[in-house]
């Protein structure tokens, strides 16, 4: 089946987000090392991106390593990193192509510095590119992002740049790193897995959820078709009746 004659371009998501998951389970299924399923899912992220230029997403954030990645095993942890340096610096020319934007949320600085300096320059050279802005979650944490945010704020108050009384949730949206962006309307999940491990939690305080069985290097631009229609088919009430909207 074809989704992608079945989404309705006048009214996609302006911004997805994505915790691509399944990989080590992947490479498992197929008799192979963890790092053979995160080299397999790149191919999907290629896909996933390319998908979201054809049908005019502004936003696609990716969750790529959480700060709770950092648990796993070095030699994991090591090639994790080689891979990104490799596929970032592979991928400029086709981000530039494809008018893509790159950009990211998390702690940069706590990434090894090879890997810092390729996301920066790669972050330079696609900073004019007006078509899709792609948001890599690198070494990203939810709570922490919040927690800074809240550090921030109670600085600005203490220095007289902010008044308490005008925290809202529109100021505290301007403190996060995901300020020049709007909140994702869809949150998929790969993998079968049913939860959250800490992204965006502010952020998807109303997105609608997805949930794919698939592990995400089976995952390509048609599943996200297929998500987009599915939640196209939702109705998305924001605490009113149907008859209200
Ligand atoms: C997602 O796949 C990629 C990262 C978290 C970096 P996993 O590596 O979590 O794969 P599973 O969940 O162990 O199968
Ligand atoms: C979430 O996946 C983080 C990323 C996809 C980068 P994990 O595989 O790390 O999540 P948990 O540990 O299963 O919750
Ligand atoms: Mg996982």
Same mark, same amino acid.
């Given at each position: ?5 079945? +989404?309705?371009?006048?009214? *996609?998501?302006?911004? *997805?987000? +994505? ?22 899912? *790149? ?11 054809? !049908? ?16 796993? %095993? ?71 992002? !919040? +927690?800074?945010?809240?550090?921030? !704020? ?12 005008? !925290? ?35 952020? +998807? ?11 995400? %290097? ?10 987009? *229609? ?16």
């Amino acid at each position: 089946m074809d989704y992608k004659s079945q +989404i309705n371009i006048s009214e *996609v998501p302006s911004h *997805v987000a +994505i915790i691509m998951d399944g990989n080590g389970r992947w490479a498992k299924k197929h008799g192979k090392p963890r790092i053979f399923g995160h080299k397999n899912g *790149v191919l999907s992220v290629r896909s996933v991106v390319e998908g979201a230029g054809e !049908i005019g997403l502004k936003y696609l954030t990716l969750y790529a390593f959480s700060t709770e990645n950092w648990k796993r %095993p070095k030699v994991e942890v090591a090639a994790l990193m080689q891979l990104l340096v490799a596929t970032i610096s592979n991928e400029v020319s086709a981000l530039n192509k494809n008018n893509v934007r790159l950009l990211t949320i998390g702690d940069l600085k706590s990434l090894p510095g090879n890997c810092e300096k390729e996301l920066q320059k790669a972050m330079e050279k696609t900073k004019n590119n007006t078509g899709l802005s792609l948001v890599l979650a690198l070494s990203y944490s939810s709570k922490s992002e !919040i +927690i800074n945010a809240v550090k921030s !704020i109670s600085k600005d108050v203490s220095e007289d740049k902010l008044k308490v009384e005008e !925290i809202s949730d529109k100021v505290f949206d301007t403190y996060l790193d995901t300020n020049l962006m709007n909140d994702p309307e869809l949150l998929i999940r790969t993998s079968g897995e049913y939860r959250l491990s800490n992204f965006l939690l502010w952020q +998807i305080a109303y997105a609608e959820l997805y949930f794919s069985d698939k592990f995400w %290097p089976d995952f390509t631009k048609e599943d996200l078709f297929e998500a987009i *229609v599915d939640y196209q088919n939702r109705e998305r009430r924001f605490g009113m009746t149907s008859e209200q909207l």
